[in-house]
């Protein structure tokens, strides 16, 4: 038998690979998950066990959540990365993660073969499938979905032909949670007009009042939350239970897809969006204009590779070491309110506060120079625009 893994989530389409694959296809199915956030043990445990039911030889969970910040989320956060200014790239940036691991544990095990249950119609099969072929260009990638352009009904079908009977009623609104946050999709964000109602986000709204929060940045990774110390993950993790009792980061993604097709996508972000937001501000304390002007353009640039499916290109490791380098003095306090639905940043404490100097205060007075070399710059500077209009007029 070919030895074969799946990329399995226990959703309907990688359980109908894990039955197709094995009982029609005879492959040795080796079920992977990876856990890049939002799953707990129990949950896993049940993942793996209805795997086995399915057909599947065995089942591995690959515990990817460090890996996943170590290698992608912090430089979301240097890059201060939101897809047209709106989405943290919750989603996209894991797929890279969980392809990487899953081909990674292919190889380990001498699989031929790697499946995966994307369709035709989305951006997940470009990121897996690029993913697959640069790391492991000998290993066959198989996706019954996508090539036999079945639909939810036939998968359905199948399963019960072949004694799998199981709820698959399709829910209402599909919920993808990671470290980086939580996609919402449903009927709503199908089309252009509609959002999504309150009942659709998994988060709540739990408190009415407002609580002032401090965030600790340390070279632009956030390493505490009121004086408490957290590892990197533990920090996401604390903050986003916090802020998401305010109903806290919620949005609809309107975007281009990898296929050419445009889309939209509801999401749930909380953390995300408050330590993006908080270290940017922290950013323009702390950074002089030149760095913060080419982070910009060179943390849009990082985004929307990653989330094309270009995370291997060798461009991706320039820029990460561009922007890890810009880090080296961003560190200090940021202070925030939370509120219902919204959070404001009021100001930052840092050592390296570039408005803490001597020199001048904006507006009010300057040490720093006199009023004829005031004059005179204003005067040089204007010598392009006095040139042009010389000449022109």
Known sequence: MKKLVLAYSGGLDTSYCAKYLSKVQGYEVHAVSVNTGGFDKEEIASIGEKAVQLGASTYTSIDAVKTFYDKVVKYLIFGNVLKNN???LSV??????????????AKEIGASHIAHGSTGAGNDQVRFDMIFQTLAPEIDIITPIRDNKLSRQEEIEFLKENGVDLPWEKAKYSI???????SVGGE???SSHS???EKAYPSQLKKNDSTDVKLTFEKGELVAIN???YTKVDAIETLDQMASDYAIGRDIHVGDTIIGIKGRVGFEAAAPLLIIKAHHLLEKHTLTKWQQHHKEQLGNWYGMLLHEGQYLDEVMRNFEIFLADTQKN??????VTLHPYRFTLNGISSDHDLMNSSFASYGETNEGWT???AKGFIKITANQGKIFNYVNS
């Open 176 to 182: 993808n949670k990671g470290l980086w946050g939580t």
């Open 188 to 190: 709503e964000t199908l």
């Open 86 to 88: 709106t989405y943290p």
């Open 92 to 105: 996209s940036a894991e797929r890279i993660i969980q392809a990487v691991e899953i081909v990674n544990y």
């Open 195 to 197: 959002g999504l109602p």
């Open 371 to 373: 009023a004829e070399d």
């Open 330 to 335: 961003v560190s200090g306090d940021v202070f």
């Open 227 to 229: 004086d408490k110390s």
